[in-house]
């Protein structure tokens, strides 16, 4: 079956603290993802970013299906 939710975004912070460092999100579009970086916006592949989200996602975002 289905699974409940659907991750649809992703806070990312790269830094020693929370208070320092640097912040990016990525969105979820389609089958898509997008990455808003201060003024860069890609898009960006799950198999791409799957590894920065495991190691550095700090909010997670869902939805329910």
Known sequence: ????FSLVGVTIHLG???SSGHYYVY?????????????KISVRDWNDI???????????????N
């Open 16 to 18: 020693a603290s929370g």
């Open 27 to 39: 969105t979820r579009s389609g089958d898509k993802w997008i990455c808003k970086n201060d003024a």
């Open 50 to 64: 799957k590894d920065d989200i495991s190691a550095n996602g700090t909010v997670l975002v869902y939805k329910r």
């Open 1 to 4: 079956s289905d699974p409940a």
